[in-house]
């Protein structure tokens, strides 16, 4: 994948497939340390640990539409080909987090991309899984809990037009302010 936050998308819709009712995903980065983590960490049906030891397999998958599942063994490609690392945790019945470390000046460092753009689509296309979203770099951390918004919207569905619009904008504003903007 060319980005990153396509990975994330990825990972996270196999958390949705599993039945979770919780995804946080939390994305931590320093140039100063040169590193890149991503995380994606859900409440869903979990794996056995044979099912782990496949998932990375690229002709392994619980789809029946098709025969290869490349989404996690693309995501572990990119991590380890930086020098970084990659590692899945499940628990049957409880879930499963994904985690790939990134070396950030490593010349086969692929971008992030749009990772607001991929947590505006997660929560516009599954509005009733809940959603943390943690985003941290040298200058500041900004979180994004679809819970908290619950709260305040009360009956008022994360899918609604202006909704989507205020969590776009929110999203934008935090990156910018963690990136050293405005």
């Known amino acids: 994948m060319r980005e990153l936050s396509l990975n994330v998308m990825d990972v996270a819709q196999n958390s949705v497939r599993a039945e979770a009712s919780l995804v946080t995903i939390t994305v931590t980065e320093s140039d100063k340390d040169d590193f890149l983590t991503i995380s994606i960490e859900d409440n869903g049906c979990g794996m056995t640990e044979e099912q782990v030891a496949s998932v990375i397999d690229p002709f392994f998958t619980t789809r ?11 995501f572990k490609m ?7 690392s990659f590692s899945i945790k499940s628990e049957v019945g409880r879930g499963t987090v994904t985690t790939a470390s990134y070396v950030k000046s490593h010349v086969d460092m692929t971008p992030l ?18 959603f943390v979203f943690v985003h941290t770099t040298d200058n500041g951390s900004f979180t994004l809990d679809t819970r908290e918004l619950r709260e305040v919207l009360g009956d008022v569905s994360l899918d609604t037009p202006d909704v989507v619009d205020w969590i776009t904008e929110f999203l934008k504003e935090q990156t910018e302010i963690i990136y050293g903007g405005v």
Do not use: H
Not at 78 to 84: F, N, P, V, Y
Not at 114 to 128: E, G, H, Q, V
């Open 64 to 74: 029946t539409t098709r025969k290869v599942g490349l989404g996690v063994p693309l």
């Open 78 to 84: 990119s991590a380890e080909q930086t020098g970084g």
């Open 113 to 130: 991309g749009d990772i607001n753009s991929t947590i505006a689509i997660l929560i516009r296309c599954n509005p009733d899984i809940d």
